[in-house]
Nanobody, 123 residues
């Protein structure tokens, strides 16, 4: 039973940076891919970035490529999302999720456990 806990959200001005963290606990053996998704009010959930935990593969949405970076700290069982040059359109609730495989492009339905979300507000 995997549990994911996000942290690091907050409010920043446009052009600023934030780093989100997602700590995984429990039986994480089935999880080979971790991802960040976001959902703004009135909008559909969208994938932001994903990372394969056992190799160099990553995926980024076009809207964040070059500004965001996803990484994984294996000893800490934590995935990070470094967000730079934030824009007002990045305002959303960001969710961490785990999947049993890496797919490009990713499919939300492949992610079997989700965190509670953390709010990011860019003004």
């Amino acid at each position: 039973h995997v549990q994911l806990v996000e942290s690091g959200g907050g409010s920043v001005q446009a052009g600023g940076s934030l780093r989100l963290s997602c700590a995984a606990s429990g039986n994480t053996g089935d999880a080979t891919c971790m991802g960040w998704f976001r959902q703004a009010p009135g909008k559909e959930r969208e994938v932001v970035a994903t990372i394969y935990l056992y190799g160099p593969m990553t995926y980024y949405a076009d809207s964040v490529r070059g500004r965001f970076a996803i990484s994984h700290d294996r000893p800490k069982n934590t995935v990070y999302l470094q967000m730079n040059d934030l824009k007002p359109e990045d305002t959303s609730v960001y969710y961490c999720a785990a999947a049993r495989g890496f797919r490009d492009p990713p499919r939300a339905r492949d992610f079997f456990v989700w965190g509670q979300g953390t709010q990011v507000t860019v003004s």
